[in-house]
Nanobody, 118 residues
Framework: VQLQASGGGLVQAGESLRLSCAAS????????MGWYRQAPGNQRRLVAV???????NYAASVKGRFTISRDNAQNTVYLQMNSLKPEDAAVYYC?????????????WGPGTQVTVSS
């Protein structure tokens, strides 16, 4: 399974970015796709996740500002990030929890940098 993310970049505080991530490979079924982020010196933490059934979960710090959506047919997940803050700056990683060859695993993309200037 390969995850290809795009959409990171440098923005000013208050601006918006949209991240995209597409999963490809011999996927039988995706249970959930989501985004995690890791700032320097910190652990990787959940930002938002959306199941194939449509349930979502957001980190408290992004609720009301970020929106996760999916195109299940295209195995793609999006993260619309509005009102960005300097503390949102991090490397954002796409994640897919998927069934492949009879086994359920987590798969990760290579990460995309989001930088927010104050």
């Amino acid at each position: 399974v390969q995850l290809q993310a795009s959409g990171g970049g440098l923005v000013q505080a208050g601006e918006s970015l949209r991240l995209s991530c597409a999963a490809s490979g011999s996927i039988s079924r995706i249970n959930a796709m989501g985004w995690y982020r890791q700032a320097p010196g910190n652990q990787r933490r959940l930002v938002a996740v959306r199941t194939t059934g449509g349930s979502t979960n957001y980190a408290a710090s992004v609720k009301g500002r970020f929106t996760i959506s999916r195109d299940n047919a295209q195995n793609t997940v999006y993260l619309q990030m509005n009102s960005l803050k300097p503390e949102d700056a991090a490397v954002y990683y796409c994640n897919a929890n998927a069934w492949v060859a009879g086994s359920r695993n987590d798969y990760w993309g290579p990460g995309t940098q989001v930088t927010v200037s104050s």
